[in-house]
């Protein structure tokens, strides 16, 4: 049987400490990246591993956030332009048949790569 600590030999709680890292992590990335930010994972007070952050991937909000900074907004592209619109108003769902578009899939994987270095 799980029995609480009522040992008081640290001030911070498990949520206080975890927070911090997360600030910290958040910090590293804004100096990588001034840009673009990047979400972290939802925190809760049971959580087991919080120091892990979020997945991005191909449609995610900060891929296509960047890939609409390296665009200047699809402005020279009419398929990119199309996509950023529809991936607003419809959501990343809609963008699906949109990702075989040979104007589109290499503006979306440089975003992706631009944000892993």
Do not use: W
Not at 57 to 77: A, F, K, W, Y
């Amino acid at each position: 049987m799980y029995a609480p600590s009522t040992s008081s030999s640290s001030s911070s709680t498990q949520p206080m400490i975890a927070q911090k890292m997360l600030k910290s992590i958040g910090n590293e990335q804004e100096k990588k990246r001034p840009k673009t930010q990047l979400s972290h994972s939802v925190l809760a007070s049971c959580d087991t591993l919080p120091c892990f952050s979020t997945a991005h991937g191909i449609l995610s909000p900060e891929t296509v956030s960047r890939m609409d900074e390296m665009t200047q907004g699809g402005l020279h592209n009419q398929a990119v332009s199309n996509f950023l619109s529809t991936y607003r108003k419809q959501g990343p769902m809609s963008c699906l048949p949109m990702l075989s578009d040979p104007e589109i899939l290499p503006h979306l994987t440089k975003a992706l790569r631009d944000m892993t270095l």
